[in-house]
């Protein structure tokens, strides 16, 4: 399944004051693994799911990686890992999926089984911070970076933000962005819902 079709341009990074985006490829997974082997915690409220496990190993992390950039490089979803600017640290992942494939950034096939979404013209987006920046409040700025990166270099007629119904501090940060629920997800395996935030 094609996503975001050409002729439309994917953009190859966003660079700002405080962050790097790139596409996540295999060459960084050592920055990866040290972002998500030290955010356990809050990536398993995040996720709904026990990853990251504590026997979770770069070889495993690897794969997961190459698997993004794969169905990166076919327009199928879009993965970028969120660095410093000298691309010295991993900060966090940002995810972009087909709206009626929300979960594909878990390697979740379930589909969305709500209103009918215009695959390719609407967008659902998942990000994390690494646990240690919350309390600098990164996860606010790259929120604020990444509603500003959409409406500027992305031609989606729609972006929803996803997140976990138990991650209550992502879904603070949505409503405190005035954007307000649309619509509930409750997929085959995971302990809770998956709540998706839109625009008024």
């Not at 919350?134 to 929803?160: A, K, M, Y």
Request: proline share 6%; charged share 20%; with cysteine.
């Amino acid at each position: 399944m094609t996503f975001y079709p050409a002729p439309l341009p994917v953009p190859a990074a966003l660079r700002t004051a405080e962050f790097l985006l790139q596409p996540l490829q295999p060459i960084y997974v050592e920055l990866d693994f040290a972002a998500i082997t030290s955010s356990r915690d809050m990536l398993r409220r995040w996720s709904n799911t026990p990853w990251v496990q504590d026997d979770f190993t770069l070889a495993e992390n690897y794969r997961d990686l190459a698997r993004h950039d794969s169905e990166h490089q076919r327009r199928e979803s879009f993965t970028y890992t969120v660095l410093k600017p000298l691309a010295t640290e991993c900060l966090g992942c940002v995810y972009i999926t087909p709206a009626t494939h929300p979960l594909r950034h878990l390697s979740c096939e379930a589909e969305f089984s709500g209103a009918a979404l215009p695959t390719s013209q609407v967008a659902t987006v998942s990000f994390w911070v690494r646990q240690s920046l919350l309390q600098e409040d990164c996860d606010r700025r790259l929120f604020s970076t990444l509603q500003t990166w959409f409406t500027q270099d992305w031609h989606f007629t729609q972006v929803l933000f996803l997140t976990s119904q138990q991650d209550t501090r992502q879904i603070s940060l949505f409503m405190q962005a005035s954007l307000v629920p649309c619509d509930e997800l409750d997929a085959p395996g995971f302990s809770h819902r998956f709540v998706r935030f839109a625009s008024n």
